[in-house]
């Protein structure tokens, strides 16, 4: 672990300096095509650094170091490129900028309006620390339980490691800024449709990143071909198009195994869902129906779970990738109990 460490401090001194690049160089070119320009030997040298990681990498240190630096980092940098985006306007000095630029976060515009109050201990988030543990210390009998509780496991694994993670990342964040941090996630088990799920719970960050950055110019130019009632249908299509491609890098840069596109088609199946989802809820709308909640919300989770057995993790099992992780877990509690003697 103590090489793993050292290759890891290494990527970011790399990452980092880059950033300092584009905080002292790019941002004094006028936006547009000409700083756009200076960004893209960056952009080159983030999607080769998750490549100095070998597959063998700690994967609870590879995954969120590919997902920073490999798509956060360098859709919000195109942003910048135009003035976009959570680094413009350029933040205050070179820490913030490296902050927002590199990890999953977002200002409130409301924290800044006021003074920030003490921090509070959050029941919940204890409880899903709990809840997480209690996941992991099951997959000791994982032999002996269900295929469908096993796949409700990994469901529920997802979502709590990813919040745990990202909630772990945004706390130096809000230290060092001083006020509050935009949640990463809207309690997605609640999501009473895809397109509450999509676009208003999961991994809000990337939702951000991707409706600026594809959505909405895809949108102006389809709505000028098909108007205003059927415009956003491409565009809703391309960004879950978009958010696949990035999976499938993301899962080249963790197995080192060449794509099986089913990720993709995940996500282009629950673009076209998606997209259907809205048409009919306006005519059902227009007529007055609508699902109760206690309907539509099982009927979500069901298909985000039925499909996500289907195409998105079947990759990641055929790799090992589950079975690393579980073992990294024991891995990691053995390395801090070396460090306390």
């Not at 933040?91 to 990890?103: E, G």
């Not at 088990?189 to 990143?209: A, E, H, P």
Request: hydrophobic share 50%.
């Amino acid at each position: 672990m103590d090489d793993e460490i050292q290759n890891f401090l290494k990527l970011w001194i790399k990452a980092i300096s880059c950033l300092c690049c584009c905080y002292f160089v790019s941002s004094r070119i006028p936006k547009g095509f000409l700083r756009l320009l200076s960004l893209l030997p960056i952009f080159f040298i983030f999607l080769l650094l998750p490549l100095t990681l070998t597959p063998h990498s700690l994967l609870h240190i590879a995954g969120p170091t590919i997902f920073f630096l490999a798509w956060l980092c360098p859709f919000k940098l195109l942003l910048f490129s135009f003035d976009e985006g959570p680094l413009s306007p350029l933040p205050p000095n070179i820490l913030h900028f490296i902050l927002i630029a590199s990890l999953p976060i977002k200002i409130d515009p409301q924290g800044l309006k006021k003074n920030p109050e003490k921090q509070r201990f959050k029941p919940v988030l204890f409880i899903k620390v709990l809840l997480l543990a209690a996941i992991v210390s099951a997959y000791d009998y994982r032999d002996n339980l269900h295929p469908h509780l096993i796949l409700f496991l990994y469901c529920c694994h997802m979502y709590l490691g990813l919040e745990l993670m990202l909630s772990l990342f945004a706390a130096p964040a809000r230290a060092v800024f001083g006020f509050q941090i935009e949640p990463q996630f809207n309690e997605p088990y609640l999501s009473t449709s895809l397109q509450d799920f999509w676009g208003r719970r999961w991994n809000l960050m990337v939702t951000s990143i991707l409706r600026p950055t594809v959505y909405d110019p895809i949108r102006r130019i389809s709505t000028l071909a098909l108007g205003l009632h059927y415009g956003p249908m491409p565009a809703v299509l391309a960004t879950f198009i978009v958010s696949g491609m990035m999976h499938e890098l993301m899962y080249y840069y963790l197995t080192r195994v060449p794509p099986t596109w089913e990720v993709t088609w995940f996500f282009v199946l629950h673009g076209v869902c998606t997209a259907a989802e809205v048409e009919v809820k306006k005519v059902a709308g227009r007529r007055g129906w609508r699902l109760p909640r206690v309907v539509s919300g099982p009927l979500t989770v069901a298909f985000l779970a039925v499909t996500g057995e289907w195409l998105f993790f079947p990759q990641l099992k055929r790799n090992s990738v589950d079975g690393k992780i579980i073992e990294e877990y024991s891995m990691m509690v053995d390395f801090v109990k070396s460090r306390l003697r």
